[in-house]
């Protein structure tokens, strides 16, 4: 199982004085035991999670049987690919039994897939970076969510391949890093990030 970061919960908190949560204010993921683990009885609505885990432990599975759950009960949900085809997403979740076609076609799932390396060119005017900083980065959102469609979860899988597409030129992934957090904010979608981490540096104890 990932580990989910849910350190953006607390300011959550913090905001509405320490108020309880009510039920509107709260995603119910749907998924047995998941939504138990938090004291609001779900994840408060319009936060960002992170989904953290190594390779194959189940991060884009556990985002996108969020979506179905919810796009089953009539809510709207986007998935943004950095990583996968569309396609590919498709079948996979046909393979756990999603009829996820039959939403996209009433249009209650949103699959997008797009080159972390077309929104740096966008962006910051090529991959190295040269045109950061300028007023341009401001003006073109980190995402695109179609007139009209109103998602109640965004999930970006992955940011790690954003990390890959600016190893040269950190400044411009923490720009869109932020720009993207400001984006989430303003669109009052509970988003969730999934992001590759590594436990090689982790050292298991030994035997005595």
């Known amino acids: 199982m990932d580990r989910t970061d849910v350190a953006g919960m607390k300011m959550a908190d913090e905001k509405s004085g320490g108020k309880e949560n009510s039920s509107q204010d709260v995603l119910k993921t749907g998924i047995p035991g998941f939504d138990e683990l938090f004291s609001t009885g779900g994840i408060p609505k319009g936060n960002t999670?992170?989904?953290?885990g190594g390779a194959g432990t189940g991060k884009s599975t556990?985002?996108?049987?969020?979506?179905?759950?919810?796009?089953?009960?009539g809510k709207q949900c986007m998935y943004v690919s950095f990583e996968e085809s569309i396609p590919r997403i498709e079948k996979s979740m046909l393979g756990f039994g999603w009829d996820v076609r039959k939403y996209i076609d009433e249009g209650r799932f949103l699959i997008q897939k797009i080159d972390p390396l077309d929104?740096?060119?966008?962006?910051?005017?090529?991959?190295?970076?040269?045109?950061?900083?300028?007023e341009i980065t401001a003006k073109i959102q980190p995402l695109v969510i179609p007139r009209g469609f109103t998602p109640e979860v965004i999930v970006v899988d992955s940011l790690s391949a954003v990390i890959s597409a600016t190893v040269s030129k950190e400044k411009n992934y923490r720009i869109y890093l932020h720009q993207l957090f400001t984006f989430f904010e303003e669109s009052g979608a509970t988003s969730f990030l999934i992001t590759a981490v590594s436990y090689t540096h982790l050292t298991l104890p030994t035997k005595a």
């Open 62 to 73: 556990l985002c996108r049987q969020i979506c179905m759950n919810l796009v089953s009960k």
């Open 49 to 52: 999670v992170i989904i953290a």
């Open 119 to 134: 929104i740096l060119r966008m962006k910051f005017g090529s991959i190295s970076g040269s045109g950061s900083a300028t």
